[in-house]
């Protein structure tokens, strides 16, 4: 058994080997939310589940280093890498230090701001971010350079740590349980750096990029920023929201129900992974890279209709399954959740295919929609229909003119 095992995965492309750890992380991550969802309740997973949310939006600013650093690693080579290595590692150092002694300085705002138990939450979850920014541009490194088998490893370490280790503190001490989960997640931080790329790192020494290319960096880094700013928005602003508009108890199923719909869009994040070095390399090559959006987007929508039907069909069952009879309320929303997803989705595999191409259109439509999205919750915000409702019509229209805008470029093109 062993030996066919050690047969099919040489046979596996470090693509394919990529892809299958991304399932399993994405179902690791899910199993530790499914978990802390069944033993902490709705009330208790309300602030654990905001954790997690500032753990995705950590997430979407530190990705702008991670693809950019990806992008450029594609791009640059020899002493023009290691130069650009070392000053993408000081900035996103930095960057991350702030952020985290912010996170420190305003935790009791925070606490009051989101109605939770506890700043301490914040206080441990800021001491972890600085890590969590240097892991970034190590992935970046990874990423671009196409180590997949490496890249894999930073996750699953990531992910694994953080379950065992959360398990652990929950059922071993009696701190509160918020305290626990964001002890968990900066501690993941740590194993999520290994494997470590030091290869090309100089502490001690300046260095120094010609302004051509510090310009060209600028400009990609900007937009991307710019990018996963909206992707903030986007992603997180609706249970940020709720927190702060419903009782924590209602957060609290609003959270279960987010976290199931947005499966779609955590296998979609796997795709991105891949795209963006293959289409940064096809352009510097000359060849045409549209086929590669259209696999992705295919698949993408295949499994989108799969999961959108699933949750129409049986969603008490899911609901049931996953975190249990105290959030079968929820239930009926899970279908339409799943279409608000699947359709951001869709419409981030189009811009992060710009992204890579340096188009600046896209990401600003994205931004619009993404303000829109907030602007419709805060003004129809009753009930946690209403919040549904709103997000299927603003990613709807986000879909729309991403789809325009593809179809212009190409007729350019």
């Known amino acids: 058994m062993k030996m066919i095992i ?13 892809m299958i750890s991304v399932i399993i992380v994405n179902g690791g991550n899910y199993l530790y939310n499914l978990i802390l969802g069944r033993i902490l309740g709705p009330e208790e997973f309300a ?42 590692y000081k ?17 009791n705002s925070l606490q009051a701001l989101f109605n939770t138990q506890s700043s301490t939450m914040f206080t441990l979850f800021g001491i972890g971010v600085p890590i969590y920014f240097i892991m970034s ?38 701190l509160q ?6 002890l968990g997640i900066a501690i993941s931080f740590l194993f999520g750096l290994l494997p470590f790329q030091s290869k090309h790192i100089e502490i001690t020494k300046k260095h120094i990029l010609p302004p051509t290319e510090s310009k060209y960096i600028l400009k990609f880094f900007l937009l991307t920023a710019f990018y996963e700013f909206t992707q903030i ?12 508009y419903f009782e924590t108890y209602e957060a609290g199923l609003y959270a279960s129900l ?46 989108s209709a799969a999961i959108v039907l699933g949750c129409y069909l049986f969603p008490e069952f899911v609901i049931n399954i996953m975190f249990g009879s105290e959030y079968i309320s929820i239930a009926p929303l899970l279908w339409k959740y799943a279409i608000a997803t699947s359709l951001f989705a869709i419409s981030n595999i189009f811009a992060y295919y710009f992204l890579s191409l340096d188009q600046y259109i896209p990401v600003v439509l994205s931004a619009l929609l993404g303000v829109s999205q907030v602007v419709l919750i805060l ?26 805008f593809f179809l212009s470029y190409q007729k350019k093109g």
């Open 47 to 88: 602030d654990a589940a905001l954790l997690i949310t500032f753990l995705l939006v950590l997430s979407f600013v530190a990705m702008t280093f991670q693809l950019s650093t990806a992008k450029f690693s594609v791009i640059f080579e020899k002493d023009l890498f290691k130069n650009f290595i070392n000053i993408i």
């Open 91 to 107: 900035y996103s150092s930095a960057i991350g230090i702030t952020l985290g002694v912010l996170l420190i300085l305003f935790a």
């Open 6 to 18: 050690h047969t099919a995965l040489k046979k596996l492309s470090a693509e394919q080997k990529f």
């Open 137 to 174: 541009v190590n992935r970046g490194v990874f990423q671009g350079s196409k180590k997949f088998d490496s890249l894999a490893v930073t996750y699953q370490g990531e992910m694994i740590s953080r379950l065992i280790i959360t398990l652990i503190l929950i059922y071993t001490t009696q």
């Open 379 to 404: 003004f129809f915000h009753n009930t946690l229909s209403q919040v549904v409702i709103m997000q299927i019509i603003a990613m709807a229209i986000l879909l729309v003119f991403q789809l325009s």
């Open 233 to 244: 928005i986007i992603n997180n602003s609706d249970i940020l929201m709720v927190k702060h």
């Open 177 to 182: 349980s918020s305290i626990l989960v964001a």
């Open 258 to 303: 987010a976290l199931i719909g947005r499966v779609v869009y955590f296998v979609a994040w796997m795709f991105v992974m891949l795209l963006l070095p293959k289409v940064v390399q096809k352009q510097k090559d000359g060849e045409a890279h549209s086929p590669i959006l259209f696999k992705y987007v295919f698949y993408i929508t295949l499994l």
